[in-house]
Nanobody, 118 residues
Framework: QVHLAESGGGLVQPGGSLTLSCAAS????????MAWYRQVPGNERELVAS???????NYADSVKGRFTISGNNVEHTLYLHMNDLKPEDTALYYC????????????WGQGTQVTVSS
């Protein structure tokens, strides 16, 4: 079992920056693909960014050049550095851990709210 706990959300003005953190505990290891998703009420949850065990990073087109995903394998912490935030980035952001071949080993945090507004 893996437990994920997000933090760092809040209210920020357009153009501002915010860093989200996700602390992973339990049976987590460096094989997992780690990712950030976000969801707006009434919409499906969408992938924001992911990082494979190889270190390869993938970003949604809407956040490329503005967001950076990074991880600390020793402390099992995942980060999402968000710059030049826009009102359309407002959402509940979730941390996700997915084992590469055990499909049932898919874990979610409770989410942290990011609101971009003046």
């Amino acid at each position: 079992q893996v437990h994920l706990a997000e933090s760092g959300g809040g209210l920020v003005q357009p153009g501002g920056s915010l860093t989200l953190s996700c602390a992973a505990s339990g049976s987590i290891n460096s094989l997992y693909t780690m990712a950030w998703y976000r969801q707006v009420p009434g919409n499906e949850r969408e992938l924001v960014a992911s990082i494979l065990s190889s270190g390869f990073r993938n970003y949604a087109d809407s956040v490329k050049g503005r967001f950076t995903i990074s991880g600390n394998n020793v402390e099992h912490t995942l980060y999402l550095h968000m710059n030049d935030l826009k009102p359309e980035d407002t959402a509940l952001y979730y941390c996700n851990a997915q084992h590469p071949w055990l499909t049932e080993a898919n874990y979610w945090g409770q989410g942290t709210q990011v609101t971009v507004s003046s």
